[in-house]
């Protein structure tokens, strides 16, 4: 399996980023999807999930509201929309997925990892 992230930068607070995750290697719409972050001194965190079917998702309480993910089963692709960015959402974002349709809110749930992509947050 290997999964390439895309759609990092550099934006202002309160602007909107899309990154995206192409998988490959499987059958993609067999297995969750999830997106965790890990900002520079800090633990890896947990930002959004999403079911094998896309009909269940789950978002860190920081991002609720603000973030949305979805995925395109036709293009093995997992989208994160971020949208009124505040610094505290700097960190390298990584997509992950598991060996199960739901991979939950824990890093344990996903056995595979993308390379991760910058996001950075200016005032």
């Known amino acids: 399996v290997q999964l390439q992230a895309s759609g990092g930068g550099l934006v202002q607070t309160g602007g909107s980023l899309r990154l995206s995750c192409v998988a490959s290697g499987r059958t993609f719409s067999n297995y969750g999807m999830g997106w965790f972050r890990q900002a520079p001194g800090k633990e890896r965190e947990f930002v959004a999930a999403?079911?094998?079917?896309?009909?269940?998702?789950d978002y860190a309480d920081s991002v609720k509201g603000r973030f949305t993910i979805s995925r395109d089963n036709a293009k093995n692709t997992v989208y994160l929309q971020m949208n009124s960015l505040k610094l505290e959402d700097t960190a390298v974002y990584y997509c992950?997925?598991?060996?199960?349709?739901?991979?939950?809110?824990?890093?344990?749930?996903?056995?595979?990892w993308g390379q991760g992509t910058q996001v950075t947050v200016s005032s």
């Open positions: 992950s997925t598991g060996q199960v349709n739901w991979g939950g809110r824990n890093p344990s749930g996903y056995g595979f």
């Open positions: 999403i079911s094998g079917g896309g009909l269940t998702t």
